[in-house]
């Protein structure tokens, strides 16, 4: 591997290289196809055949829905393509004596190897721009075409009962708001209610029929409603009415409605910001740990297929006359344990069992173990 990489910084394209890198396009491009899918038909169809059947989708609009998934799910099968495509193109360079015909001609493994590693480094870079640029845009807009093929109506901009927690530095509970419907563009709350626990042996609750956000004030602005203040130690409580009141509050949910649909439709920059924004605010959801497992995963993921790219190679080299059986179930278990680690590390992170950087980084760890291996034992054999 060290070799491999060293001879990376002193690359120059040759014949050979663009000969092997051309090879390999055709195996990975149908790879990916039959699993994406494979893919498809388990999971997405079901699903769009559900809309179609139970909310009466047009069958336009249900193939659109199908459609704006794809890049998500293609961002998954890569490695696999990668895998095949790979180990495709060497057993039959292997089968047709071309790798034998490169070793007598003083070429060495890793020499072979390299274009294999180039390879790698473009289906990792196409597959992390599909995840930034594709993935934030495709899967959004799906998940509210569904939405309004449900409820027709796309709640771009709004959200029925909506509740949010307000926290203090310390993480202790200061207010829960409940709103029978918010909107993000205008930060207004319509049928509020507000459980305030800001002094201590005191608990009031604020209801009333809008609210507004206030910039200026830094709270909200609450309009024709009541405040039921309860005192815990003397068990007495006093009810009023007002037709204007202020709160002050930390934060406005907007920012957060704004940004936040779901971790992995975010880019890196987004994701980012969410992380910075869940750790310097009071505002918690409980998405955390995901969102900090799918930013390590924006990386892990491309670098996934570099080195899957460099274990498939190897693999289809084989001596002649031996059965190939073997490597195809070393492959098989190569792409099992792959994404059975990557949803056990998951879950565990997401549990806060793992640390996120860990339970991203791990199954890539595996592949780099495999990896060095399997080329060091072709380097000594073929």
């Known amino acids: ?24 396009w055709v195996p990975f491009i149908f790879g990916s196809a039959i699993v994406t899918g494979i893919w498809l038909s388990a999971d997405q169809l079901r699903h769009v ?12 609009l249900a193939l659109t829905i199908l459609g704006l998934h794809m890049p998500e799910i293609i961002v998954i099968t890569i490695p696999i393509g990668v895998l095949w495509s790979s180990f495709v193109v060497f057993s039959r360079l292997n089968n047709d004596s071309e790798i034998v015909a490169m070793r007598t001609s003083g070429i060495s493994l890793g020499r072979i190897l390299v274009p294999v ?23 959004p807009l799906a998940r509210k075409l569904e939405i309004y093929s449900v409820y027709k109506n796309p709640f771009l901009y709004s959200q029925k009962n909506f509740t949010y927690l307000e926290k203090g530095s310390k993480k202790q509970l200061r207010r829960i708001f409940y709103a029978a419907y918010y909107s993000a563009e205008k930060d207004m709350l319509k049928k509020i209610v507000i459980l305030d626990f800001t002094r201590k042996g005191l608990t009031q609750i604020y ?30 409580s006093r009810v009023s009415s007002f037709e204007s009141f202020f709160i002050p509050s930390i934060s406005t949910p907007a920012k957060l409605i704004r940004e936040i649909s779901n971790p992995s439709e975010m880019n890196f920059i987004r994701l980012a910001n969410f992380i910075r924004l869940q750790e310097n605010t009071t505002i918690h959801t409980d998405s955390f740990n995901g969102a900090k497992v799918t930013f390590h995963n924006k990386f892990a993921n491309p670098i996934a297929c570099l080195l899957i790219a460099m274990i498939g190679a190897p693999l289809g080299i084989l001596p002649r006359r031996s059965s190939s059986s073997w490597n195809y179930i070393i492959l098989s278990v190569i792409v099992f344990q792959f994404y059975i680690s990557q949803s056990v590390c998951n879950s565990l992170a997401e549990s806060s069992r793992v640390t996120p950087s860990i339970a991203a980084w791990f199954p890539n760890f595996v592949l780099f173990v495999m990896a060095f291996f399997i080329i060091r034992n072709k380097a000594k054999t073929a």
């Open 207 to 236: 209801t009333a029929k809008l609210a507004r956000w206030n910039p200026r004030k830094g709270g909200w602005d609450l309009f024709n409603g009541t405040n039921h203040l309860i005192s815990n130690e003397d068990k007495l």
């Open 1 to 24: 591997m060290i070799n491999i990489i060293r001879k990376i910084f002193n690359f120059k394209p040759q014949i050979l290289d663009r000969y092997i890198i051309s090879e390999f």
């Open 117 to 139: 590693f180039l390879f790698g480094v473009i289906t990792a870079s196409a597959s992390f721009l599909i995840n930034e640029i594709v993935v934030p845009f495709s899967s």
């Open 49 to 60: 055949f559900k809309l179609i059947t139970n909310s009466d989708t047009p069958f336009s």
